[in-house]
């Protein structure tokens, strides 16, 4: 089983993953979804996420940009990123997500890695 993290504000892909009203977590299994939970975690610190997130079981995140601060706490937690990605509804993100046509805008992987290795 898989579960897929979103993070939401007004009805759509938040713009940072750390940033939103709360996210919406998938639960897939042999690719469909099985449940859709509202997750709020009970903390404000960005860098606790990404233990949060491994102990939620949260296989795989689904964001525009996330900060790249955390992003290899999110690796060693074995969490699959998916970054760049357009703003959208949830549901059109998962459907893409499912079909295999989710889409990263390489500008902003690009931003994301840059800000890593300076």
Known sequence: MKRVAIPIVDGKLSRYFGQCSHYLVFEIESKNISEKIIEIPAFDDLTNLPEWAAGQGITDIIAYKVDQRIISKFISNKINLFVGVPFDTPQTLIENYLSGRLKSDEKIIKE???????
Do not use: D, P, Y
Request: charged share 15%; net charge negative; glycine share 0%.
């Open 112 to 118: 994301i890695t840059e800000s890593i290795h300076n």
